[in-house]
């Protein structure tokens, strides 16, 4: 999606509230509004497009426009889907693409499993996820250990827009007893046993880890991960303070296993400087694959007021787990070191961290991971993200001809090198589109206080220029410009002297 048309696109679609029961749809007959704007909000334009038929009757949108509650302008979202139609490349093949994979031989009907959270805490909860199109779950963290939570134990890092940039928990874990959630197990086994189910684990000593992964293979587990780390246990030498040590995370690792036949992730934390080292050691001690990455010990602000960190429990508060799409960066440079790592790679990595719809999910495969997990997004969204999730990387595959997931997981690794591999003897300088420049001078402030003086604003005309001397093509400029006026020339040899 590019171009300035696509952004005033954007902006208006981002106006969407997401409803439920949208009552646009309610009002429009010959077409779905709701799940159209949907379907652009998670970067699904084709499929979008491939939704419309045709423009429906001036006064259902009229009906339907002035119904939405964000006010979004549907008729502008349609016509330019219309407009669109006969130049994308369609949806035709991705029913014939086949998004099936495997957690260390366990098979996925598709890589998108909810990760161990409030999302996966209950039967019912589990069952509408798998209702809805999820291949999986990571049920909330089962242990020995008496939770007690706080309230409020969330807060959030918005936006322009309003949507979570990034989100913090104090939460812990299940606060279920064992044998409800072990129930939980049966019942969701028994009514879908072609749906995987990750059993999440965290004991205190070696006994609870062996028997923890024992009840839950007998209560119809799939695969156990072992939570080497929550950051925010209350009980010491549990959660993240265990995965900052690779000998421990050995030995529990062998615990675990002991109880089980079943596969074994262990889930590392990130609040770590090298995760490949308690990586190896996890796998070391008998696991078969890895989980990553959890979320990063954070204050996600304090209010100036009263002078408490958020979110306020009586007046204090902790640091937290951050998750969201602000640690996405992050995930995906654990998910890309360990899948290089000459003692990880080929053993199975799930990726998780800031996924909100195909795209996100898209990045981690290509760097190495063989299975998705997601919470924070269905915190926001809701269990229907699944749909533009599987339908976005159906229409991709088919596209480009892939048939199977395996064919592209770690497909971007051979790319992503060393700092002394990168190639510095060629340059992309910066070409301003003159007609798209609505002389706003940004990229002359940004390069002036931030870059290196190449840009040149001529207050006469209110344009911009470059000085060649200047630049060194570091694309400052163009990542700054509101008006997307900004593209690169094609790269050149580095102008010396």
Same mark, same amino acid.
């Not at 779905?32 to 009757?57: Q, S, V």
């Not at 706080?150 to 939460?171: D, L, M, Q």
């Not at 090298?274 to 010990?297: F, H, S, W, Y």
């Given at each position: 999606?590019?171009?300035?048309?696509?952004?005033?696109?954007?902006?208006?679609?981002?106006?969407?509230?997401?409803?439920?029961?949208?009552?646009?749809?309610?009002?429009?007959?010959?077409?779905?509004?709701?799940?159209?704007?949907?379907?652009?909000?998670?970067?699904?334009?084709?499929?979008?497009?491939?939704?419309?038929?045709?423009?429906?009757?001036?006064?259902?949108?009229?009906?339907?426009?002035?119904?939405?509650?964000?006010?979004?302008?549907?008729?502008?979202?349609?016509?330019?889907?219309?407009?669109?139609?006969?130049?994308?490349?369609?949806?035709?093949?991705?029913?014939?693409?086949?998004?099936?994979?495997?957690?260390?031989?366990?098979?996925?009907?598709?890589?998108?499993?909810?990760?161990?959270?409030?999302?996966?805490?209950?039967?019912?909860?589990?069952?509408?996820?798998?209702?809805?199109?999820?291949?999986?779950?990571?049920?909330?963290?089962?242990?020995?250990?008496?939770?007690?939570?706080?309230?409020?134990?969330?807060?959030?890092?918005?936006?322009?827009?309003?949507?979570?940039?990034?989100?913090?928990?104090?939460?812990?874990?299940?606060?279920?007893?064992?044998?409800?959630?072990?129930?939980?197990?049966?019942?969701?086994?028994?009514?879908?046993?072609?749906?995987?189910?990750?059993?999440?684990? *965290?004991?205190? /000593?070696?006994?609870?880890?062996?028997?923890?992964? @024992?009840?839950?293979? !007998?209560? %119809? &587990? =799939?695969?156990?991960?072992?939570?080497?780390?929550?950051?925010?246990?209350?009980?010491?030498?549990?959660?993240?303070?265990?995965?900052?040590?690779?000998?421990?995370?050995?030995?529990?690792?062998?615990?675990?296993?002991?109880?089980?036949?079943?596969?074994?992730?262990?889930? *590392?934390?990130? /609040?770590?400087?090298?995760?490949?080292?308690?990586? @190896?050691?996890?796998? !070391?001690? %008998? &696991? =078969?694959?890895?989980?990553?990455?959890?979320?990063?010990?954070?204050?996600?602000?304090?209010?100036?007021?009263?002078?408490?960190?958020?979110?306020?429990?009586?007046?204090?508060?902790?640091?937290?787990?951050?998750?969201?799409?602000?640690?996405?960066?992050?995930?995906?440079?654990?998910?890309?070191?360990?899948?290089?790592?000459?003692?990880?790679?080929?053993?199975?990595?799930?990726?998780?961290?800031?996924?909100?719809?195909?795209?996100?999910?898209?990045?981690?495969?290509?760097?190495?991971?063989?299975?998705?997990?997601?919470?924070?997004?269905?915190?926001?969204?809701?269990?229907?993200?699944?749909?533009?999730?599987?339908?976005?990387?159906?229409?991709?595959?088919?596209?480009?001809?892939?048939?199977?997931?395996?064919?592209?997981?770690?497909?971007?690794?051979?790319?992503?090198?060393?700092?002394?591999?990168?190639?510095?003897?060629?340059?992309?300088?910066?070409?301003?589109?003159?007609?798209?420049?609505?002389?706003?001078?940004?990229?002359?402030?940004?390069?002036?206080?931030?870059?290196?003086?190449?840009?040149?604003?001529?207050?006469?005309?209110?344009?911009?220029?470059?000085?060649?001397?200047?630049?060194?093509?570091?694309?400052?400029?163009?990542?700054?410009?509101?008006?997307?006026?900004?593209?690169?020339?094609?790269?050149?040899?580095?102008?010396?002297?």
């Amino acid at each position: 999606m590019r171009g300035k048309q696509t952004d005033l696109i954007r902006k208006e679609v981002s106006k969407c509230l997401l409803c439920h029961n949208a009552k646009c749809s309610r009002f429009c007959h010959s077409a779905d509004p709701a799940r159209i704007i949907r379907a652009l909000y998670f970067l699904n334009t084709d499929a979008a497009a491939d939704m419309i038929k045709e423009m429906p009757e001036d006064e259902q949108l009229e009906e339907a426009c002035a119904a939405c509650p964000g006010k979004v302008d549907i008729r502008s979202v349609l016509s330019w889907l219309l407009e669109l139609k006969p130049n994308l490349e369609g949806v035709s093949g991705a029913d014939n693409v086949d998004l099936s994979c495997d957690i260390c031989g366990v098979p996925l009907e598709n890589p998108f499993v909810l990760s161990s959270s409030v999302v996966a805490s209950n039967y019912e909860m589990c069952s509408r996820a798998f209702e809805m199109g999820w291949a999986g779950v990571c049920f909330k963290t089962i242990s020995l250990i008496d939770i007690h939570e706080a309230s409020p134990r969330f807060s959030a890092v918005r936006s322009p827009s309003g949507k979570w940039y990034g989100f913090k928990n104090i939460e812990q874990l299940s606060d279920h007893s064992l044998e409800e959630n072990l129930e939980c197990f049966r019942r969701l086994k028994e009514k879908y046993p072609e749906k995987v189910i990750i059993a999440s684990i *965290m004991g205190r /000593n070696e006994e609870e880890w062996e028997y923890l992964s @024992r009840k839950v293979t !007998e209560a %119809g &587990a =799939d695969v156990v991960e072992c939570n080497f780390s929550c950051p925010n246990m209350e009980a010491k030498g549990t959660g993240s303070d265990v995965g900052q040590d690779p000998e421990t995370v050995k030995r529990y690792s062998e615990a675990a296993k002991r109880g089980t036949h079943l596969p074994v992730l262990a889930k *590392m934390t990130p /609040n770590i400087t090298d995760m490949r080292l308690p990586a @190896r050691a996890a796998l !070391e001690g %008998g &696991a =078969d694959g890895i989980a990553a990455i959890n979320t990063i010990k954070s204050v996600t602000g304090v209010n100036i007021d009263t002078l408490v960190p958020q979110p306020s429990v009586r007046g204090r508060s902790m640091l937290g787990g951050y998750s969201g799409p602000a640690v996405k960066p992050i995930a995906l440079r654990f998910i890309s070191e360990m899948a290089k790592d000459d003692v990880i790679k080929g053993h199975h990595l799930s990726g998780m961290g800031g996924v909100e719809n195909w795209r996100d999910a898209l990045e981690f495969i290509l760097l190495g991971a063989g299975s998705i997990q997601i919470t924070t997004a269905v915190m926001e969204y809701g269990y229907r993200i699944i749909d533009d999730l599987t339908l976005g990387l159906r229409i991709y595959m088919a596209q480009r001809d892939y048939r199977r997931i395996s064919e592209f997981v770690g497909a971007a690794l051979d790319s992503l090198v060393e700092n002394d591999e990168v190639e510095r003897d060629t340059v992309v300088y910066p070409v301003i589109n003159e007609e798209l420049c609505n002389g706003c001078g940004r990229c002359y402030i940004s390069c002036r206080d931030g870059g290196h003086q190449a840009v040149i604003f001529h207050e006469d005309t209110g344009k911009v220029s470059i000085n060649g001397k200047n630049c060194v093509g570091c694309q400052l400029c163009s990542l700054v410009c509101p008006a997307r006026a900004i593209t690169g020339s094609r790269r050149v040899p580095l102008r010396k002297g």
